[in-house]
């Protein structure tokens, strides 16, 4: 099948400028995909630490401080509505200089001390940059939300070249995962009777949902205060178990 007829030339179109047109579309999903390979790799570079983090937790500690990790790469669709909000144009560069959240990582902990254990080692770390810190917790938002957003940059290393890479972590306890979860289903409902009502009882479930957080971490530490001496026996019987731990 030749070109002309493939591609449907308009009327008096000659093939080189339509051979031209398609070479710019190609270069443009090239160069997209290129954009989109660097979030990709800041995704696994910090996934990574956390990983790092968590296992260095469980052999030092015997616990593990995260509870899961989720990842995701914004999609194209969601690029293109966030920069015409904006009023920018998706060019690559005002891509990489005014969306932060392309690459996003949020981390699940048991406890609130664990959230900002974690993202102080995260942000002390001599390759990671932070870029902003906003502390949801401490200063929750008016509907009740809870969670510590850092913007953060990495540098990604490829075969001729080093470029940083911002990423968004939020790092948030499994209570407000839940409460988040639930709130960003109802909140895309349409139509909903009462929404007022609606908004006020999430706003009391938030609270409520703190305050458990707030209890479990008090039991958790009074629990670590009454821990009695252990015995020669039984300090040899932990460290045995830690030689247990499976690392891989």
Not at 193 to 212: G, P
Not at 220 to 234: F, G, N, V, W
């Amino acid at each position: 099948m030749e070109l002309g007829n493939w591609l449907r030339l308009p009327e008096g179109a000659g093939k080189n400028a339509v051979i031209g047109q398609a070479m710019d579309l190609l270069d443009g999903v090239l160069d997209y995909k290129d954009l989109m390979m660097g979030y990709a790799c800041a995704i696994k570079e910090i996934n990574t630490k956390f990983e790092v983090l968590d296992t260095e937790f469980e052999v030092r500690y015997r616990r593990n401080p995260i509870s899961a990790i989720e990842t995701r790469l914004k999609s194209q669709t969601s690029i293109l509505e966030k920069m015409a909000r904006l009023g920018i144009a998706p060019t690559r560069e005002n891509i990489e200089n005014n969306l932060n959240d392309i690459a996003g990582i949020r981390v699940i902990c048991s406890y609130i001390d664990d959230i900002y254990l974690l993202a102080d080692a995260l942000t002390k770390q001599d390759d990671i940059r932070l870029i902003r810190r906003k502390d949801y917790i401490s200063n929750p938002k008016p509907n009740g939300y809870r969670s510590l957003h850092l913007i953060v940059s990495v540098p990604i290393f490829f075969a001729e070249s080093v470029k940083e890479v911002k990423a968004e972590v939020q790092i948030r306890t499994i209570a407000m995962d839940f409460w988040a979860s639930l709130e960003h289903q109802i909140k895309y409902k349409k139509n909903v009777e009462h929404a007022e009502r609606v908004i006020a009882r999430l706003k009391e479930c938030a609270d409520e949902i703190a305050h458990v957080d707030e209890t479990m971490q008090e039991i958790r530490k009074e629990m670590e205060q009454i821990q009695e001496e252990p015995t020669d026996a039984e300090m040899l019987y932990e460290k045995l178990k830690k030689i247990d731990i499976n690392l891989i």
